[in-house]
């Protein structure tokens, strides 16, 4: 036996060392899973409560994707209802910033907000300082040198209309007697010839004067 003993611990990395020996000696493999399983379970964690806690975690990750698919759903069919009512993003958007701003006017930091903007208001008409600032400027407004310089951009005001008015209107009669004038009539007259005689001879079928008709039309024009 114990020669058959050796035999079989010939081709093993502890040949040549005893039976007795050999039980004492870990075999490599397991010892390298025995550390790959040590290194894997977490501190103060035993193997059994760290495949717990791996079993526990693929079914929350399970549950995870399947929720996800679900909104996916639920989200399209939102779309689609919301496209046949004719809900579009904008006015969907718009809603949003109506019932938020709703939701703001109704907040207790905004009503809180608005009563102490109030009791400062009131605070700040009934100051001294204030009183004062409006007593100097009704003052003011009733004093003789306000009063004369109101007058004074008045009147220059209404100045300044009547000389643009005046202008205006030198300007039109002026225009009117060039208009009016011998020399305007005369030229508008000879311009009126040239208009009928080009314009007249082309209806009449003559055809197109020649430049040297034109040319003479130009030297009997009085300018």
Do not use: C
């Not at 501190?43 to 996800?68: D, M, N, Q």
């Not at 701003?101 to 208001?121: I, M, R």
């Not at 030229?187 to 055809?207: A, L, M, P, T």
Request: no cysteine; net charge negative.
């Amino acid at each position: 036996m114990e020669s058959a003993n050796q035999d079989i611990n010939l081709n093993s990395p502890n040949k040549g060392l005893g039976v007795d020996s050999l039980t004492d000696v870990p075999v490599g493999g397991a010892a390298s899973n025995a550390s790959n399983a040590a290194s894997t379970v977490p501190p103060g964690l035993t193997e059994e409560e760290a495949e717990e806690l791996r079993t526990e975690l693929s079914k929350v990750e399970e549950e995870i994707h399947t929720l996800r698919q679900v909104l996916s759903a639920k989200e399209k069919h939102s779309y689609e209802l919301k496209r046949k009512l004719g809900l579009s993003p904008l006015n969907e958007f718009k809603q949003n910033i109506t019932k938020g701003w709703q939701d703001v006017q109704t907040s207790n930091a905004y009503v809180k907000a608005t009563e102490k903007l109030g009791e400062w208001n009131e605070k700040v008409a009934s100051s001294d300082l204030y009183l004062s600032a409006s007593a100097t400027l009704e003052d003011i407004s009733r004093s003789e040198a306000y009063k004369k310089t109101q007058e004074t951009l008045t009147q220059a005001g209404q100045k300044t209309s009547a000389a643009l008015s005046t202008m205006g209107t030198a300007i039109s009669k002026k225009l009117g007697d060039m208009r009016n004038s011998p020399t305007f009539k005369s030229f508008e007259d000879k311009v009126g010839n040239i208009k009928h005689k080009v314009v007249g001879g082309r209806g009449d079928g003559e055809g197109v004067q020649s430049p040297a008709e034109t040319k003479s039309v130009q030297d009997n024009a009085p300018f």
